[in-house]
């Protein structure tokens, strides 16, 4: 990642998505995704020392099912109103992978992500642009989102399992 300028990379959220899976009813899978994101990365000299911020607002939770996407919405799961961010903040950057600290719902735990270093370019309007993918696995329960219900056939409606999926583009540093 040599070709990165030193600086923070402002996250540009048109080209960004964060993303989620979870089993449902043990029969399939539901995919969300938080429309409303922050965040930066600050690269250090020579393009090492990495570090990452991102907040993802829960009220813009979208899973194409508004009564499923305003009970995510809900006290059952993120309560939007009383937590209105998901927070990532990195501790260290090893090889290809990505170790921080995560915070739902003011819950927070330490989560490891493969993430990958998709390049770099200059756009045709001139913007230099870096892209990073990642992904992880956590507990929904190991963050208070405990809220489930039981199926007549045995097993539950919701997998405590969730695999997030970060599709990263950062825009370079300017000049002052």
Known sequence: MTDLTPGTWPLDP????????????????????????EGALTVGEGG????????????????????RDNHLRSGDFFDAETFPEIR???TAVKGETLTGDLTIRDVTR?????????G???????????????ETSISRK???LTWNAALEAGG??????VKISIEAEFTAPTAA
């Open 14 to 37: 048109t080209h960004t998505s964060a993303s989620f899976t979870v089993r449902h009813a043990g029969i399939s899978k539901v995919r969300g995704q938080f429309t409303d994101v």
């Open 48 to 67: 090492e020392d990495l570090a990452f911020t991102a907040a993802l607002k829960t009220a813009s939770v979208s899973t194409s099912n508004t009564d």
């Open 88 to 90: 990532f903040a990195s």
């Open 110 to 118: 330490e989560v490891t992500l493969d993430f990958t270093y998709e």
């Open 120 to 134: 770099s370019a200059t756009d045709p309007f001139g913007t230099y642009r870096a892209g990073f993918t990642g």
């Open 142 to 144: 190991d963050f208070g």
């Open 156 to 161: 539950v409606l919701v997998a405590d399992e």
